[in-house]
């Protein structure tokens, strides 16, 4: 018995004609500024995630000080007096000399209770004497701090300042440094304040290291 139909396992073949291949979508040039072709102009391309974004930010580590013994309480204070002692020695003879000009041929009237016949060159001695000390104060406790880390005082005891990652001032903050400490030592209780400030923190630092982020270490 023969059958016209397919053989077993065969496909039978469709009598409906296969359409050809639809024709590709043409392609236009593109202008400054397009969003490439498939993309929505102004939403964001898919990025990868990393394993940086993955990861939980971790809160940044707190500064430290400078890996360095910090200088003790007394040593500071035996180079500020070294640093007193140095300009005080050069400029106490021109001090005094003007004053002894000054009043040297001086009358003092009872009646009236004033001074008379004064030398003015005398007080201008002593005005020279005490601007020599402070430009003297200020080059060696601030610029020379600024661009060495050390005072005349602190070179002899062992002590340097420097800043977080252990390097200078510069100049131009050491003599800020050195005006802000001449301002809170211009009176008593701002002098006191300076000088107890490094008993109360481990980095020993005073108000005016504060102030600019100065540390004192040993050398």
């Known amino acids: 018995m023969s059958s016209d139909g397919p053989a077993w396992g065969e496909r039978p073949e469709s009598d409906a004609p296969t359409p050809p291949p639809a024709d590709p979508a043409p392609q236009y040039p593109t202008y400054p500024g397009q969003a490439p072709e498939g993309d929505v102009a102004g939403a964001p391309h898919p990025v990868a995630a990393t394993s940086a974004a993955s990861s939980p930010a971790l809160p940044a580590a707190p500064p430290v000080a400078p890996a360095a013994e910090p ?91 420097v800043r977080r990652d252990g390097t200078v001032t510069g100049p131009l903050e050491g003599f800020f440094r050195w005006m802000i400490a001449m301002f809170l030592q211009w009176t008593f209780v701002g002098l006191l304040v300076d000088l107890l400030w490094p008993l109360g923190n481990d980095a020993r630092q005073t108000v005016h290291d504060l102030a600019v982020g100065t540390f004192p270490i040993r050398t």
């Open 71 to 161: 200088a003790g309480w007394w040593i500071r204070v035996a180079a500020a007096f070294v640093d007193f002692l140095v300009p005080f020695v050069l400029t106490c003879v021109p001090f005094v000399a003007g004053f002894a000009v000054a009043f040297s041929g001086s009358r003092y009237d009872e009646a009236t209770d004033t001074v008379t016949d004064v030398e003015p060159g005398g007080f201008v001695i002593t005005g020279l004497a005490v601007v020599a000390f402070l430009a003297f104060d200020a080059w060696n406790r601030g610029l020379r701090v600024g661009y060495r880390g050390e005072s005349l005082g602190k070179q002899l005891v062992g002590v340097r300042i």
